[in-house]
Structure formats: C-alpha cells, structure tokens
C-alpha cells in the first residue's frame, strides 16, 4: 500500500484546513487508518484514526472537538477536517495504514503498517 497525504499548508489560528490520503491497491478497505503528527522538536504523536467500515473514530484529547476523521472507501481517501487550529497545531501530519490493528493499538504508531510522506500543516498565531 502506497500513502499519498496532500492538503496542509499555512492558515491562521482559528482557521480550518481539510487534510486528505489517497492510498493505492484494490484492499483499501480491509485497512484501519490514522493520523499522527510530529512537531518541530517533538515526538511523533496520535492524533486520530478510524476503523475499515468507517463507523468508529477515535481521537486525542487534544484535537477531539476540533478534528473529524473520515473515509471514503469507494475513493480510496481518508480525510481529517482541522476547525479552530491553534498554533500548536502546527505540525507535519502523517497518514498510516494498519491490515491488522487491534484495539489495544489504534493509538499507537507500531499498530501501522504503512505509513505516508507527510504533509506539513503551520497555524500562525
């Protein structure tokens, strides 16, 4: 499975930006997804994921409220919508794909299988 995120960019606090990741392959489906991020002089971190019928998602604490994570199994797409971004926000943000990710690891980036290039995301104050 190849990951491709697309969609950051610079926005100023309180605006709204839409990240999307395309993945290739007929199997998309049979894939959890999930969002991480790191920022500058950070470890990477969780920020959402989402089971293969799209019907679950689950969140940080510090993006819930504010992120939506979603999927479109006939595009081969997951998107997260960012609302209210603050600075801290900003953040390279990477997508993941996991064949076999079980609950006790959605949140945790050795649950992925596959991971994106990243798409860099900067909330100006």
């Known amino acids: 499975v190849q990951l491709q995120a697309s969609g950051g960019g610079l926005v100023q606090a309180g605006g709204s930006l839409r990240l999307s990741c395309t993945a290739s392959?007929?199997?998309?489906?049979?894939?959890?997804m999930a969002w991480f991020r790191q920022g500058p002089g950070k470890e990477r971190e969780f920020v959402a994921a989402?089971?293969?019928?799209?019907?679950?998602?689950y969140y940080a604490d510090s993006v819930k409220g504010r992120f939506t994570m979603s999927r479109d199994n006939a595009k081969n797409t997951v998107y997260l919508q960012m609302n209210s971004l603050k600075p801290e926000d900003t953040a390279v943000y990477y997508c993941?794909?996991?064949?076999?990710?079980?609950?006790?690891?959605?949140?945790?980036?050795?649950?992925?299988?596959?991971w994106g290039q990243g798409t860099q995301v900067t909330v100006s104050s």
């Open positions: 993941a794909a996991g064949s076999g990710t079980i609950l006790s690891s959605v949140r945790q980036q050795a649950g992925y299988d596959y």
């Open positions: 989402i089971r293969r019928s799209g019907q679950v998602t």
């Open positions: 392959g007929r199997t998309f489906s049979s894939y959890a």
